[in-house]
Nanobody, 121 residues
């Protein structure tokens, strides 16, 4: 099993910035793609940004130009730098990863508790 633990959320004013972090742990051999998701009240969970092992990235249209995803492969960690935050960015942010286990299997990680981002003045 692969566990994910998010951190870095909080309360920020519109226009502000936050940096989220997520660490993957478990019987990990390597990590393929890593991604950040969010779920606002009454909404479905949506993909915000993803990054592959080679570094290629993709973003939801709503965050392009404002959010930047990055990863530290040595630390099994993915980051989400969020700038110019808007009230509509408020949500619980989750990360996940497609992991190659030491057993040779490929697995999607178990969802962590997420980290709350609140954007309000």
């Amino acid at each position: 099993q692969v566990q994910l633990s998010e951190s870095g959320g909080g309360l920020v004013e519109p226009g502000g910035s936050l940096r989220l972090s997520c660490v993957a742990s478990g019987s990990i051999y390597s990590i393929d793609a890593m991604g950040w998701y969010r779920q606002g009240p009454g909404n479905q969970r949506e993909l915000v940004a993803a990054i592959k092992s080679g570094g290629s990235t993709n973003y939801a249209d709503s965050v392009k130009g404002r959010f930047t995803i990055s990863r530290d492969n040595a630390k099994n960690t993915v980051y989400l730098q969020m700038t110019s935050l808007k009230p509509e960015d408020a949500a619980v942010y989750y990360c996940n990863a497609v992991v190659q286990l030491t057993s040779g299997q490929s697995q999607l990680g178990s969802w962590g508790p997420g980290t709350q981002v609140t954007v309000s003045s």
